[in-house]
Nanobody, 126 residues
Framework: QVQLVESGGGAVQAGDSLRLSCVASTAQFSDYTMGWFRQAPGKEREFVAGIRAFAGNTIYADSVKGRFTISKDDAKNTVNLQMHSLKLDDTAVYYC???????????????????WGQGTQVTVSS
């Protein structure tokens, strides 16, 4: 069982930056592909960014490409999501997710991940 704890959410203005972090409770963190998802009120949960285990290649939703950066620190059991140029549409609860043996083709699917954090709220206002 892997526990994931997110932090770093908050209320910001459009154009601001935020950095989300997620710490995982596993000694085999390097084995896990990590993802960030978000869910806005009244909407379905959607993929934001993912980073694959070992290879470290990253993938982003089109809506955040060029503004968000995902990074993984295996030594600290941490995955981060650096968010720049935040928009009103980025307002959501952001969830960290972990899974093993996730192929590139399904890294964007939430059912590819076995473990989820409780989420952290990001609110962007004008």
């Amino acid at each position: 069982q892997v526990q994931l704890v997110e932090s770093g959410g908050g209320a910001v203005q459009a154009g601001d930056s935020l950095r989300l972090s997620c710490v995982a409770s596993t000694a085999q963190f390097s084995d896990y592909t990590m993802g960030w998802f978000r869910q806005a009120p009244g909407k379905e949960r959607e993929f934001v960014a993912g980073i694959r285990a070992f290879a470290g290649n990253t993938i982003y939703a089109d809506s955040v490409k060029g503004r968000f950066t995902i990074s993984k620190d295996d030594a600290k059991n941490t995955v981060n999501l650096q968010m720049h140029s935040l928009k009103l549409d980025d307002t959501a609860v952001y969830y960290c997710a972990a899974g093993q043996n996730i192929r590139v083709g399904i890294i964007t699917r939430d059912n590819s991940y076995s473990y989820w954090g409780q989420g952290t709220q990001v609110t962007v206002s004008s």
